[in-house]
Nanobody
Framework: QVQLVESGGGLVQPGGSLGLSCAAS????????MGWYRQAPGKQRELVAV????????NYADSVKGRFTISRDNAKNTVYLQMNSLKPEDTAVYYC???????????????WGQGTQVTVSS
């Protein structure tokens, strides 16, 4: 159904910045929300940030507040994650997720990208 492709991951030194992008395609219905999750080795996958198309509501994990910024371009069906002041503990595979509402608006479907590696190390 919906295909999500992440890009922008890589290696960065502590205190540096990195920007991630996630492009969605193939959605028959409007994407209600898009978000970023991350998972480090041996850790649970956790929410990083999420943004909704209606109202531009955003939510962030406490660990990234003030450092990360999520944004989206609905015309391009793309969500971005600007990461500043990166810390070693930010190292993880970052996954993009899209939530699509069904035609009746009472059902939703979640789709995941394949993930992109972010490594913060000196």
């Amino acid at each position: 159904q919906v295909q999500l492709v992440e890009s922008g991951g890589g290696l960065v030194q502590p205190g540096g910045s990195l920007g991630l992008s996630c492009a969605a395609s193939g959605s028959r219905f409007s994407i209600y929300a898009m978000g970023w999750y991350r998972q480090a080795p041996g850790k649970q996958r956790e929410l990083v940030a999420v943004i909704t198309s209606s109202g531009d509501s955003t939510n962030y994990a406490d660990s990234v507040k003030g450092r990360f910024t999520i944004s989206r371009d609905n015309a391009k069906n793309t969500v971005y994650l600007q990461m500043n002041s990166l810390k070693p503990e930010d190292t993880a595979v970052y996954y993009c997720k899209a939530r699509v509402l069904g035609p009746l608006g009472v059902t939703y479907y979640d789709y995941w990208g394949q993930g992109t590696q972010v490594t913060v190390s000196s």
